[in-house]
């Protein structure tokens, strides 16, 4: 099996995100009862573009990962894999390093996924567990970190035995 490299994205990979976005989540957001234009699905793929590196494999993409990474926490903001690669590691390969990555540096590991994404399973099998959920979609944090909020502020007391 070949490696699986992370490549940042840039502008011109835009239309291949926006096509990958027709090829994932269109379906799930017909489901929740979202119907986006391609304009909006092509928006959303420029959204945070510096966020945002290619799945490649072999020289080509399989993939993309979106994660927003701020002082006290990390977003996963979208994971999507080309459907003939879907069920085949790849979305919990690059879940476990983002989950390994953060808990290295003390972060929360955060998500949302639709209700009627697949996805959800996938997420609550690698540890994920859910914070409520709205309109259908679910927030989520990776297990074993804790946290505490008061009057606005959170603080990271401790990430899988590590003391912060």
Known sequence: MSTLE?????????PYLTQLRLRTIHEHLLKAGTDLSFEEHELRAQTRLNCCALLVMAGRPVGMVKVVRTGESWTIEQLQIEP??????????????????????GVVLRL???????????YERLGFESLGES?????????????????GRVELLSCHGRRE
């Open 135 to 151: 309109h259908g979609i679910v927030e989520m944090r990776s297990a074993g970190c804790e946290v505490r909020s008061e009057r």
């Open 84 to 105: 003939e690669f879907q069920r085949r590691g790849f979305g919990s390969a690059v879940i476990r390093q983002l989950q390994r990555d953060a808990r290295a540096s």
């Open 6 to 14: 992370f490549r940042e994205a840039t502008p011109q990979d835009v």
């Open 112 to 122: 949302s996924v639709l209700r009627v994404n697949p996805a959800l399973a996938l």
